[in-house]
């Protein structure tokens, strides 16, 4: 079992930035990789990136790209997200996940979940 702890979320002004950070426990020599995703209300969850433990760069969706970047600490087992020039849509509750083998963009690729940290970003 992997346990995924999230934090850092809160209430930022748009354009401003917020570094997520997702802290992973327990059997994590059996996750391949990482991946942030997000939900706002009444909507699916979407993916944000991805990162891999073998791979040194992360995968993002076109939504944050250039503005999002994903970063680990393999020493720390835990997995970063920087986010720069946040804007009102960015609102969401946003999710660490992990997988066992390979990476993927739909949440129904991955095994492990955290219990989310709220992102507000304010107009």
């Known amino acids: 079992q992997v346990h995924l702890v999230e934090s850092g979320g809160g209430l930022v002004q748009a354009g401003g930035s917020l570094r997520l950070s997702c802290a992973a426990s327990g059997r994590t020599a059996n996750t391949s990789a990482m991946a942030w995703f997000r939900q706002a209300p009444g909507k699916e969850r979407d993916f944000v990136g991805a990162?891999?433990?073998?791979?040194?760069?992360?995968y993002y969706a076109e939504t944050v790209q250039g503005r999002f970047t994903i970063s680990r600490d393999n020493s720390k087992n835990t997995v970063y997200l920087q986010m720069n020039s946040l804007k009102p849509e960015d609102t969401a509750v946003y999710y660490c996940a992990a997988r066992r083998y390979g990476w993927g963009l739909r949440a129904a690729d991955y095994d492990y979940w955290g219990q989310g940290t709220q992102v507000t970003v304010s107009s």
């Open positions: 990162i891999t433990w073998s791979a040194p760069n992360p």
